[in-house]
């Protein structure tokens, strides 16, 4: 018999609890792959190729706070803007949803496409949505979900306004990080709502990434002292800030998956001490016939690490597998956009898989260390 051969034939001795054993680590790793996947998308929001150029303007005292449409006139003459276009956040329902999937956005429809340059919708569509006023851009995984198409009504009932849009869907988007939103004009909501002179936020796109900072000293500075005092920050900060207000959400996460990781430890360590306490007759053997403790811990080693590579293997690349393939979006209406697990993630959890084969292999091994070959010949099978 060969030493792999003398390791694979320990290993699955009692096939029952060697399965058990695998599964655990399979389970366990799985999970810790998804929270750690979890905690990525909520504090890492993703970003596309344009977002590095664009910066956010909103009230400094709160973002429900309003922002005069005055300050457009502004906005355009401060060096290093390129485009501005008022974003409004409408919030309306869909049908009979009680929380809709997708996002609403009143904007000026000619500006808007010299901010999102990166997003992509047929030349002939953006002309009859700057045309129409009440048409709108919807983006195509909106479109597919809701199996819409162009030229379609599109009836969203109003939350935070007291007021109904009823739109006329004149294009479609995508190639944006987010194709779900809805984009119509500002002008009829300001029509619906009877308040022409104000906006929620700012969009605007700067010439180049590393003016931005300069850019956004400037529109900081223009209104200070004034009755809407402005809050300038790049995209990538804005959605963080969104993020901050989950508050400890990354702590409780984390400490699930310390939780999971120490349990995990707890049962390989016990499952390996009983697998090799049922043999310290054999172990005792190898040693008086020659073999030396480094070689036994080496075959110890071997087998705890072979049973923890292959539960990992089984746990870790079904996680990659499994949310691949799952429609998190539609699972979780909307609330997460992508759920991708990333070779970085993988490989922690790869990690923890080899910790804990090495680990669990430390306590059998000083025991059998510690006990002489008389004591282990001694020991009931």
Request: net charge positive.
């Amino acid at each position: 018999m060969t030493i792999l051969g003398f390791i694979r034939k320990n290993a699955l001795r009692n096939r029952r609890r060697a399965l058990l054993s695998v599964g655990s680590v399979a389970v366990s790793l799985f999970l810790l792959v998804t929270l750690m996947t979890l905690i990525r998308e909520l504090t890492i929001p993703p970003e596309d190729v344009g977002a590095s150029l664009r910066l956010v303007v909103r009230n400094k005292v709160s973002l429900a706070q309003p922002l005069p449409y005055k300050q457009l006139s502004l906005l355009d003459r401060i060096p290093g803007v390129v485009a501005v276009t008022p974003f409004t956040f409408f919030g309306g329902n869909y049908r009979d949803e009680k929380v809709t999937s997708f996002a609403q956005f009143a904007v000026d429809p000619v500006r808007f496409t010299n901010v999102f340059v990166e997003s992509r919708s047929s030349p002939g569509q953006i002309a009859a949505w700057i045309a129409n006023r009440t048409g709108c851009l919807v983006g195509m995984d909106t479109m597919r979900r809701y199996d819409m198409k162009v030229g379609d009504k599109l009836k969203l009932t109003g939350t935070f306004y007291p007021c109904d849009l009823e739109l006329k869907i004149e294009g479609t988007y995508q190639g944006s990080v987010d194709d779900r939103t809805v984009f119509f004009h500002h002008k009829y909501l300001d029509e619906l709502t009877g308040d022409p002179g104000s906006v929620g936020t700012w969009w605007i796109r700067v010439a180049a990434a590393d003016a931005s900072g300069d850019v956004v000293s400037a529109i900081n500075r223009t209104f200070q002292n004034t009755s809407a005092e402005v809050r300038a920050e790049s995209e990538r900060s804005f959605q963080m800030s969104f993020v901050s207000m989950w508050g400890n959400i990354q702590v409780l996460i984390e400490s699930i998956c310390s939780v999971v990781v120490f349990t995990l430890m707890l049962v390989t360590v016990s499952t390996m001490s009983m697998a090799i306490r049922e043999r310290f007759r054999e172990l005792a053997i190898l040693k008086a016939i020659g073999f030396r403790r480094r070689e036994i811990f080496t075959f110890i080693l071997a087998e705890s690490f072979g049973l923890a590579a292959l539960g990992g293997l089984i746990g870790i690349g079904g996680a990659a597998l499994f949310w691949g393939l799952l429609d998190v979006q539609k699972l979780s209406n909307g609330f997460l956009v992508y759920f991708e697990v990333v070779p970085r993630t993988m490989a922690r959890a790869a990690l923890v898989a080899a910790l804990l084969g090495v680990v669990s292999a430390i306590g059998p091994s000083l025991a059998v260390a510690r006990t002489s070959v008389v004591e282990g010949l001694k020991t009931l099978d």
